[in-house]
C-alpha cells in the first residue's frame, strides 16, 4: 500500500515537473524570442486578419536595453527585413483597399495606359576585342628566368623555332631577383634589349631561388627577413624594375606563375611570391601565365595530372623542376596566347 501511494505522489510530482517545464520553457522563450515574435505577428497582422488570435501580441513583453543590444546585435550579422510595417507587398496584395495614396480626381479618369505586350530589342553591344599577340615569321622571342625557365625552355624554344620565330634565351640556373650581386637580371635584360631593338615578346619565369631572407642593399652586414614589410617592398620593386623595362620598350612581356612546390616550406614561399607576381604584373600590364591550370589538378603539388584518363607525370623526382611532357604543358600555355600565321610560314618551309 505504501508503495503505491508513493507511485501516486510520485506521478502526480511528475506531471506538476513537466507543466512547471512547459511553462518555464515558454516563458523563456517569450523572452529571449521578444524580438523575432514580434516581427512574425507583425508580419502576420494577427490583429487585424485574426481578430481571435489577437491575445497573442499580450504575450509580447516590453523592449528592455539586453534586448536592444541583442536585437542590435542580431540586425549587424543578419539582413534586416522590412516586413514590419503595413506596405509590404505582402500585406498590399491581401488588402488592395488599404494604404492607397489618395488620388487627384483629374488624374483618376484618364484613360488607362496600353502597354505593349511585345518586349523592347536591346542593342546588341559588341563583343570586347580579344588581346591578340601576333607572331610571325623572324620575331624575336627572349626568354628570362631560372632554372625553372630552362625547364620550359626545353620544348619552348624549339616550338617557336618551328613556327619561324628566332628565339633568344637568356635563362640560368640558380638566379632569381633577391642577389643581384650574384646575377643582375634587370642589368642583363637592359643590355639584353639595347642589342636587340627589335624583340617582340619577352617571357618570364623566377621565384624557386627567391624565397629567402635578402641582404640589405644599403648595409650588406644586415638580412632583410623573408615576407617582412620591407622584404616585400624592396621585391616588389625589382619586379618593377623588370616590367618597366619591357614597357619602355612597348613589349609585351608574358610572366609566368611559379608552379607548387613538393617541400612546404618553399611550396608556402611560392604562393607568397605569386600573389606579388600576379599582383605586379597586372598593374604593370603584363600578362600573367597560370601554371598551376596545367601542372596540377588540384590546389597542391602532385607529379602527375590526369590527361584523357591516363595518369602523365609532369613533375622531375626532386619536386621542382618540370619534365619533357610537363615542359611541353607549358609552353603550349603561352603559344595559346599567339595569334600565329602558320599558313606563310609552312608554305615557306615546304
Known amino acids: ?26 516563458i523563456l522563450t517569450i523572452i529571449l524570442m521578444n524580438q523575432p515574435l514580434k ?39 543578419t539582413f534586416e527585413r522590412y516586413t514590419q510595417t503595413k506596405n509590404t507587398p505582402e500585406y498590399l496584395e491581401k488588402n488592395p483597399q488599404k494604404n492607397l495614396p489618395e488620388t487627384n480626381s483629374t488624374l483618376a479618369n484618364l484613360p488607362p495606359i496600353k502597354i505593349d505586350p511585345t518586349p523592347a530589342i536591346l542593342p546588341t553591344l559588341p563583343k570586347p576585342k580579344k588581346l591578340e599577340f601576333a ?34 634565351n637568356l635563362s640560368k640556373q640558380s638566379t632569381g631577383l633577391t642577389y643581384k650581386t650574384y646575377f643582375n637580371w634587370q642589368k642583363t635584360l637592359q643590355e639584353a634589349l639595347n642589342e636587340n631593338s627589335d624583340i617582340k615578346y619577352i617571357v618570364a619565369l623566377f621565384g624557386a631561388n ?24 624592396l621585391y616588389r620593386e625589382r619586379i618593377q624594375e623588370i616590367l618597366n623595362l619591357a614597357n619602355t ?4 612581356i608574358f610572366w609566368y606563375e611559379v608552379p607548387y612546390m613538393k617541400k612546404k ?48 607525370k609532369v613533375r622531375t623526382n626532386d619536386g621542382i623542376h618540370f619534365t619533357a611532357v610537363g615542359s611541353r604543358k607549358l609552353s603550349q600555355l603561352f603559344i595559346q596566347k599567339l595569334s600565329i600565321k602558320e599558313e606563310k610560314i609552312n608554305e615557306k618551309t615546304k
Open 135 to 168: 607572331l610571325q615569321e623572324k620575331d624575336k622571342v627572349l626568354l628570362i628566368g631560372d632554372s625553372l625557365m630552362q625547364g620550359v625552355g626545353m620544348t619552348l624554344v624549339s616550338t617557336l623555332q618551328k613556327k619561324g620565330a628566332e628565339v633568344i
Open 265 to 312: 616550406k618553399l611550396n608556402d614561399g611560392v604562393v607568397y611570391l605569386n600573389q606579388l607576381y600576379a599582383d605586379e604584373v597586372k598593374k604593370g600590364g603584363g600578362i600573367f601565365l597560370r601554371s598551376n591550370e596545367v601542372l596540377s589538378d588540384s590546389t597542391s603539388f602532385s607529379p602527375y595530372i590526369t590527361d584523357k584518363d591516363k595518369k602523365i
Open 1 to 26: 500500500m505504501e508503495y503505491q501511494i508513493l507511485f501516486i505522489l510520485g506521478f502526480k510530482m511528475s506531471i506538476k515537473n513537466f507543466f512547471f517545464i512547459i511553462v518555464s520553457t515558454l
Open 210 to 233: 627567391d624565397p629567402w631572407d635578402m641582404i640589405d642593399p644599403n648595409n650588406r652586414s644586415k638580412f632583410i627577413k623573408f615576407k617582412s614589410e620591407e622584404w616585400e617592398k
Open 249 to 252: 620598350k612597348h613589349i609585351p
Open 39 to 77: 516581427q512574425y505577428l507583425m508580419q502576420q497582422h494577427y490583429d487585424e486578419n485574426y481578430p481571435a488570435l489577437s491575445f497573442f501580441s499580450l504575450l509580447i513583453l516590453p523592449d528592455n536595453s539586453f534586448l536592444k543590444v541583442a536585437d542590435g546585435l542580431k540586425k549587424e550579422l
